[in-house]
């Protein structure tokens, strides 16, 4: 039997396609060249079928003398497969050298026939490159629209106390996250604050004490009195006018903090925004389980019973 070069060998082969293979080995060229060609003329056939036909045709009318339709056959079969050759160890060689002398004839065209095929191949394979991308792209698309529908908004949400704004020292501006005017007040707030401490320690250090005898209804009475020697008495005045100056500028910029604190207070402040992917399946809790059994005893049976959970 003649063989060749031909397509895939998993298409699906036509029926008549067989029946005519056989009689071409029964050596009933004349009815296979004739329903050959009438199977061909019918169309719907695949490449592989087609060639399987052209060859046996071809052979057939080689076999009948029939040149031309041969020839006719043969050129069909190179146009769809050129660079098919015959099976010598089962086709006569004159068959073969009659095929050969074909393709010597056509050798112009079936080249552009092979480089068509090749662009095609190519284009093929372009195309089936572009479409793998094209279903990468739209699986990791569809992977990250899947994992975005999954995710979660997650907010951290900061309490702040509405009581810090009445602490001294710029509390109130550090629980706010601001921490340039919360220095400022603590600075301001601490200088003042030593000042009039010093000061108060400083006037006190000027009083001086001493006792003092009256006389009493009840007879000669000791007292001990407190007051300042008249040469200190500026020092005393500028003292007191610092004590209280500064003291008074402490509750002064205090009172501005509070205030500074209140005007921009917030009860919560997003502190963090973040997507969150939730667990799939939530942790699965195990319900208590009670027991309740008998065994028995020497002098009868108990009753245990036990509480897992």
């Not at 080689?62 to 089962?90: K, T, V, W």
């Not at 793998?132 to 699986?139: H, I, S």
């Not at 250090?205 to 209804?217: G, N």
């Amino acid at each position: 039997m003649a063989s060749g070069t031909v397509l895939a060998a998993d298409e699906p082969v036509d029926p008549e396609v067989n029946a005519l293979r056989a009689s071409y080995e029964y050596g009933r060229y004349a009815e296979v060249l004739d329903r050959a060609g009438s199977r061909i003329d019918r169309g719907r056939l695949s490449d592989k079928d087609l060639a399987e036909l052209h060859k046996l045709a071809g052979l057939s009318a080689f076999h009948l003398n029939r040149s031309e339709d041969s020839s006719r056959h043969f050129r069909a079969l190179l146009r769809l497969e050129p660079d098919f050759n015959l099976d010598p160890f089962s086709v006569p060689p004159p068959a073969v050298a009659w095929l050969d002398g074909i393709r010597e004839q056509m050798s112009a065209e079936l080249e552009l026939v092979r480089q068509e095929r090749r662009l095609r191949v190519e284009r093929e394979r372009a195309e089936n490159e572009r479409r793998e991308r094209e279903r990468v792209a739209t699986e990791e698309q569809r992977r990250r629209v899947e994992e975005l529908s999954r995710q979660v908004m997650v907010r951290e949400v900061e309490k702040r106390s509405y009581l810090v704004n009445f602490v001294p020292f710029g509390a109130g501006q550090f629980q706010q996250g601001r921490t340039g005017m919360g220095t400022l007040f603590a600075a301001a707030e601490g200088a003042l604050a030593i000042t009039s401490i010093l000061s108060f320690f400083a006037y006190d250090s000027l009083i001086e004490t001493r006792k003092v005898t009256v006389d009493d209804i009840h007879g000669p009475k000791d007292l001990t009195v407190s007051y300042i020697p008249t040469a200190r008495k500026p020092q005393a005045t500028l003292w007191k006018r610092l004590k209280w100056g500064t003291a008074g500028g402490f509750y002064a910029v205090y009172a501005a903090g509070v205030v500074d604190a209140l005007v921009n207070h917030q009860d919560q402040v997003v502190v963090q925004t973040h997507l969150e992917t939730p667990p799939s399946t939530p942790p699965r809790s195990t319900p208590p389980a009670a027991n309740l059994h008998l065994y028995p005893t020497p002098g009868g049976a108990g009753v245990g019973f036990t509480l897992a959970f």
